[in-house]
């Protein structure tokens, strides 16, 4: 079956950097246009950027622009996302998801087939 697995979320300070990871199994990985979105306490789970399948093209949330970086490695079935420049705002569950919608890159969630468990993120300030 198909298992998305998020790893590298912690607990950090504001202003460090970390890289989250997601490992896919289970599915042609590079038909997938792939995403990150997180959800704080309290709030609706949100998008953060994705990648299309061949990796060509990305899409961010404005808040995440110029700070976080998506990238994916198809040939290890995972897609990355590089956070610098954390701030206590970016507290959040992140979560990866794969999406076959015909729609490139879409943004919301109901578009997207696969999730994984998600992964914390905490930013102290």
């Known amino acids: 079956q198909v298992q998305l697995v998020e790893s590298g979320g912690g607990l950090v300070q504001a202003g460090d950097s970390l890289r989250l990871s997601c490992a896919a199994s289970g599915l042609a990985f590079s038909v997938y246009d792939m995403a990150w979105f997180r959800q704080a306490p309290g709030k609706e789970r949100e998008f953060v950027a994705a990648i299309t399948g061949s990796g060509y093209a990305t899409s961010y949330a404005d808040s995440v622009k ?3 970086t998506i990238s994916r490695d198809n040939a290890k079935n995972t897609v990355y996302l590089q956070m610098n ?15 076959s919608s015909p729609y490139s890159m879409p943004r919301g969630e109901f578009l997207y087939d ?6 914390q993120v905490t930013v102290s300030s």
Request: glycine fraction near 12%; proline fraction near 4%; hydrophobic fraction near 25%.
């Open 85 to 99: 420049s954390l701030k206590p705002e970016d507290t959040a569950e992140y979560y990866c998801a794969a999406s």
């Open 66 to 68: 110029g700070r976080f």
């Open 114 to 119: 696969y999730w994984g468990q998600g992964t």
